[in-house]
């Protein structure tokens, strides 16, 4: 199973049959459960041969909710049933269904771009904690939002990297190599 799918687009590909073949009648569904909002979802791959064909249509993966699911492909014959694999899958929103103005930013984009607007003087409050009967406040100091800006940065630029890795476009990293 992939690791990213956008709505919309079609799901297909091969699984090979190994101890469970196809061919002696073992039966592959893959369970996607969501992390949090959405339906869980069943795939039921087809034989071919000794291997599953996992094939799933544009129009059937266009009404999947968009968000992470952990998935489980278990394997059925005749009353018996095994887990032979798990992982996670993002499902990213179809970009050409999406209305005009959609914030598409991931939460870290959010934050840092929360954050930098505090520092430069363009957001009203950096809140950290507030107690109403009381009537206390308490603000992040300037030292804590510049750590929790360095943060932030790292882990969009780690999502970048991630997303560049995936998407075949590579690192922006250097990679220094000696030759002998």
């Known amino acids: 199973m992939q690791q990213d799918l956008i709505a919309g687009d079609s799901l297909n590909f091969l699984t090979a049959g190994g101890d469970y073949p196809a061919s002696a009648g073992w039966v592959l569904t893959y ?24 094939a799933v249509a544009a129009s059937t993966t266009a009404g999947y909710a968009p968000g992470v699911y952990g998935w489980a492909a278990r394997v059925d014959k005749a009353g018996e049933r095994y ?16 209305a005009a103005g959609t914030d598409t930013r991931s939460a870290s984009e959010v934050a840092l771009a929360n954050v930098q607007a505090y520092l430069q003087g363009q957001a009203s409050s950096g809140v950290l904690r507030y107690r109403i009967n009381g009537r206390e406040i308490e603000r992040y100091s300037l030292q ?5 800006e360095q943060k932030l940065v790292a882990a969009v630029a780690a999502e970048r990297r991630a997303a560049g890795l995936s998407d075949g476009r590579g690192t922006v990293r250097r990679i220094l190599t000696r030759m002998r």
Request: aromatic letters at 2%.
């Open 31 to 54: 369970y996607l459960t969501p992390r949090s909002a959405g339906s869980n979802i069943s795939i039921v791959a087809s034989a071919e041969g000794d291997d599953h064909r996992v």
């Open 83 to 98: 887990t032979v694999e798990r992982g996670q899958i993002t499902i990213a929103a179809n970009p050409a269904t999406l």
């Open 144 to 148: 804590e939002l510049i750590k929790l």
